[in-house]
């Protein structure tokens, strides 16, 4: 497995990289070459990975924006007991 401390878009070039890589396996050897599998496998984790990233920090947000329209509708309240 991949792990990453880089950034997504690090995560994109290497992406590129592997599947160019595979496409020249695949149209070099064929698709069912062991080789070409084996790239197209470790591309299936690159991209996995990625996605994962995504949805982390999409999360992350989803988190924050709860809190904001939690925290919003608590100052009126608030407010009025001043």
């Known amino acids: 497995m ?3 401390n880089n950034s997504r ?7 590129k990289v592997k599947r160019e890589i595979m496409i020249n396996c695949a149209n070099k050897y064929g698709f069912t ?3 070409t ?11 996995n990975e990625y996605q994962k990233s995504i949805g982390q920090s999409r999360r ?3 988190e924050v924006k709860f ?4 925290m919003i509708e608590v100052w009126p309240k ?3 007991e001043l």
């Open 33 to 35: 070459n062991e080789q």
């Open 9 to 15: 878009a690090d995560m994109l070039r290497e992406i």
């Open 37 to 47: 599998i084996k790239y197209s496998q470790e591309l299936d984790e690159l991209i």
């Open 60 to 62: 992350a947000n989803e």
């Open 2 to 4: 991949y792990k990453y």
């Open 78 to 80: 608030a407010l009025i």
């Open 67 to 70: 809190a904001f329209k939690h």
